[in-house]
């Protein structure tokens, strides 16, 4: 099974703080994703991936940046965090059938 | 833009009744997936239609794709306890297969 890691299960940052999530998938896959979910709102594209140091800004990327240096790693970055920005924010690694997520950060700005 | 409405919003239902959500696109899809996310858990993949008119079963859960390929349905049968949690459709624009355009999901509550 398609394994997708997210470094932080919970994690609280002040506002203004530059704060990296970090996720990484084992099974060599070109498109990752990272979504935040907030209640009501559903799943919004923030930026995704389909190759190392390829990136494509998703629906709402203002805020973010991401980093893909290996094909296993994609890092979201929060350059100065605020606290609109708290939300959870989840991983995903896409799969010959379908997304892979991993179990979320719930991030608190305060 | 492109959009995927789902409705109900909510559903709450006695264990043992049947329940439907619906997935509706604004354009055709070249294909159509389903997750199931339980309460404080992450979206799990559950099936993925890809043929107009595709019917699929996985035991009580019933998934369909439209004739002209811009809808959707989940049919679960006899709902349990353990069906609980929001149940997302999410489409692949035939045109720009780059993302997913998810909808906003059906919260289930099941009531044993």
């Known amino acids: 099974d398609v394994k997708v890691t997210q470094s932080s299960r919970y994690l609280v940052k002040r506002t203004g703080e530059k704060v990296f999530l970090e996720c990484v998938q084992d099974?060599?896959?070109?498109?990752m994703f990272w979504y935040r979910q907030d209640p009501g709102l559903g799943l919004r594209l923030i930026y995704f991936?389909?190759?190392?140091?390829?990136?494509e800004k998703g629906d709402i990327p203002e805020g973010y940046s991401v980093s893909r240096e290996k094909k296993e790693r994609f890092s979201l970055i929060l350059e100065s965090a605020s606290t609109n920005q708290t939300s959870m924010y989840l991983c995903?690694?896409?799969?010959?059938?379908?997304?892979?997520f991993g179990s979320g950060t719930r991030l608190t700005v305060v | 833009g492109q959009q995927v409405m789902q409705i109900p919003q909510y559903q709450h239902v006695q264990e043992g009744e049947d329940f439907t959500t619906y997935c509706n696109s604004s354009?055709?899809?070249?294909?159509i997936q389903w997750y199931k996310q339980r309460p404080g858990g992450h979206p799990v993949f559950l099936i993925q239609?890809?043929?107009s008119g595709e019917v699929k079963k996985q035991k009580r859960l019933t998934f369909q794709f439209g004739e002209a390929k811009k809808n959707s349905s989940l049919h679960i049968t006899a709902t349990q306890t353990t069906d609980v949690g929001t149940y997302f459709c999410?489409?692949?624009?035939?045109?720009?297969?780059?993302?997913?355009?998810w909808g906003l999901g059906t919260s289930l509550a099941v009531n044993p």
């Open positions: 995903a690694s896409r799969t010959p059938l379908g997304y892979t």
């Open positions: 099974m060599d896959h070109e498109n």
């Open positions: 239609l890809v043929k």
């Open positions: 999410a489409g692949r624009n035939a045109g720009n297969n780059r993302k997913l355009i």
């Open positions: 991936s389909y190759d190392v140091k390829m990136k």
């Open positions: 354009t055709t899809l070249s294909n």
